[in-house]
């Protein structure tokens, strides 16, 4: 079992940056790539960024340039970088991780929210 904890949402203005963490616990050593998503009001739950333990990252277009993903493997911490915030980016943001063992599980965090003011 792997538990993760979210942390760091707030509201702030438009153009505004935040840093977003993600503190993972339990059977930590099977967590292979993890990543970002967010879910606003009546939409979908997108893919915002990833990364692998190799720290190979993924990003979805409409944060390229403005967001980055990391991870802190001796901390167990995931992070994500948000500047140049927009409206659009309002959401809960939900971090997920990924444990390989016999086979695939998901994890999800509780999830964090962020609020952009125009």
């Known amino acids: 079992q792997v538990q993760l904890v979210e942390s760091g949402g707030d509201l702030v203005q438009a153009g505004g940056s935040l840093r977003l963490s993600c503190a993972a616990s339990?059977?930590?050593?099977?967590?292979?790539?993890m990543g970002w998503y967010r879910q606003a009001p009546g939409k979908e739950r997108e893919l915002v960024a990833t990364?692998?333990?190799?720290?190979?990252?993924n990003y979805a277009n409409s944060v390229k340039g403005r967001f980055t993903i990391s991870r802190d493997n001796a901390k167990n911490t995931l992070y994500l970088q948000m500047n140049s915030l927009e409206p659009e980016d309002t959401a809960v943001y939900y971090c997920?991780?990924?444990?390989?063992?016999?086979?695939?599980?998901?994890?999800w965090g509780q999830g964090t929210q962020v609020t952009v003011s125009k």
């Open positions: 997920h991780a990924e444990c390989k063992s016999w086979s695939s599980v998901d994890y």
């Open positions: 339990g059977d930590t050593i099977c967590i292979s790539a």
């Open positions: 990364i692998t333990s190799s720290s190979s990252t």
